[in-house]
């Protein structure tokens, strides 16, 4: 009777001390998280004090005067939140973001010390071509963000202008008209705001954000004296400022064209995005922004920025995915001009898969893994017949389009399955049958691809494995 009374204090004596325990453990957590809470408040407001800040002593951040009519072009409801939620983005929001490049003869008044220089400088302006072109979607819904690509050569219908070239919307009519366009292109996609940023800007952003480590792909040399511009970059992972970064983005003189500049772009795109959403970096937006405030043109609000970037900060890298508009080189001879011949049905499906656009053209469907054409692009620097158990492990799986591309050139630790054309879903089944592999939903593999499988150093590991499944 002692003994189980003596039991039963012990008992209720411990679990008093747990009780204690978990007690000061909870108030602890509940502290820390507090803390965490409060800190990214305080960096959220600060950043914000100081962006708006910048915006009201300099530069507004938008630059151009739209009329009412082009005005409402841009859905005007309200992004982000009140109070301590000015930083949260209350709905999906598309945002199309325009690369000027522009030269003299493509303004009524071109800056009077440009005419003696004997050459065509980039000017500080948003009247000329939109050099690049990128529709974004920030969804906090599914907590994903879709970079796609345009091709500034794509060949569209321009209201009141007939059919040209897409880059030329920005000259014809400025932001307003350029996403009537894109909209219309798009098969109707809503358009809430517009960035148009100088290409001189995006070198002072690079500069401004350290640099950028990124791999060039292969050596690049072209000199054009009559813009004075001059790329010299070497093949391989190295460290790039502001102006040699824009040589990597700017290059287009190979047999991808545009198309390869593109593939380039969503390159350094990702490589600024893996260094740079992180708290360290956003804490400096504002300086960053005083940076290139002078070459940036948007009707986003200073709230609406400040959300946009927190968004970004704290979406998972896996859901940032990058596309290109479907479509094709048009043939020798085919135009008067080269053009990017856009499909119709394909951007429809990408659309509806990814902007939510609602159509009753298009049928949900799964695809027949026989009709993927899949490429295989081998970074492990070995011959071809390192890979052919791999090929082989995907015939037996039901893949039979499948071809050898051009290698990847940057060695590879962590094979790369790419969705080329956004099918996230087939890309998934083929790193189910494999076994290993990362994917990602960007266009960086070969254009003539479903799905390219950039081969790392991994399937080295993986090979012998394979090789026993195919005796």
């Known amino acids: 009777m002692t003994s189980q009374r003596t039991s039963t204090e012990g008992n209720k004596s411990a679990q008093a001390k747990g009780k204690g325990k978990n007690y000061r453990r909870s108030k602890s957590g509940r502290w820390l998280w ?7 408040i305080a960096i959220v407001s600060g950043m914000a004090g100081a962006l708006l800040a910048v915006s009201w002593e300099s530069t507004p951040l938008q630059q151009a005067q739209l009329s009412a009519k082009e005005a409402a072009v841009f859905d005007g409801d309200r992004i982000s939140g009140n109070g301590f939620q000015f930083s949260q983005l209350t709905r999906p929001v598309n945002i199309l973001v325009m690369g000027m490049s522009v030269l003299p003869p493509d303004v009524q008044n071109p800056p009077t010390d440009t005419k003696e220089l004997g050459y065509l400088p980039q000017i500080n302006s ?3 071509l939109a050099d690049v072109m990128l529709l974004l979607k920030f969804d906090p819904e599914t907590k994903k963000i ?8 794509t060949r569209t219908e321009i209201e009141g202008f007939g059919v040209k070239k897409i880059n030329a919307a920005n000259i014809d009519g400025g932001p307003a008209l350029t996403a009537k366009t894109v909209s219309n292109l798009l098969g109707g996609v809503g358009i809430d705001r517009y960035v148009r ?25 072209y000199q054009d004296d009559s813009q004075h511009l001059y790329i010299n970059l070497k093949a391989g992972k190295q460290h790039l400022s502001g102006s040699q970064a824009l040589q990597l983005l700017r290059f287009r003189h190979d047999e991808l ?22 708290p360290s970096t956003l804490t400096r937006l504002p300086e960053i922004l005083d940076t290139v405030k002078d070459n940036i043109d948007t009707n986003l609000t200073v709230e609406e920025l400040v959300a946009l970037v927190g968004f970004g900060a ?6 940032m995915q990058m596309l290109m508009l479907p479509g094709r080189f048009s043939e020798v001879k085919e135009y008067e001009a080269s ?24 049928e949900s469907e799964i695809i027949d893994p026989a009709r993927l054409r899949v490429a295989i692009q081998d970074s492990t620097g070995g011959d071809r017949s390192q890979i052919r158990p791999l090929i082989t492990a995907l015939e037996q799986a039901g893949y039979r389009n499948i071809f050898i591309s051009r290698p990847w050139g940057e060695p ?11 099918d996230s879903d087939s890309a998934e089944s083929i790193r189910n049958t494999l076994g290993f592999g990362e994917v990602r939903v960007e266009s960086t593999g070969n254009i003539g691809s479903d799905i390219s499988i950039q081969v790392g150093k991994d399937w080295l590991l993986q090979k012998p494995v394979f090789e026993n499944l195919a005796r």
């Open 34 to 40: 507090f803390a965490v809470g409060m800190g990214g």
């Open 126 to 128: 948003f009247d000329g």
């Open 146 to 153: 879709v970079m796609l690509s345009i091709p500034r050569d």
């Open 197 to 221: 940023i100088n290409v001189l800007g995006v070198g002072k952003l690079i500069d401004a954000l350290g640099g950028v480590t990124v791999y060039v792909p292969k050596d690049m040399k």
């Open 257 to 278: 064209g545009d198309i390869g500049r593109i593939q380039r772009q969503q390159l350094v795109l990702r490589a600024l995005i893996e260094q740079s959403l992180n």
């Open 314 to 319: 704290r979406t998972n890298r896996s859901n």
């Open 339 to 362: 053009y990017w011949i856009p499909y119709k049905q394909a951007i429809t499906k990408l659309m509806v898969q990814n902007f939510g656009l609602e159509s009753t053209s298009f």
């Open 412 to 422: 590879l630790e962590t094979t790369n399955i790419i969705a080329q054309q956004g």
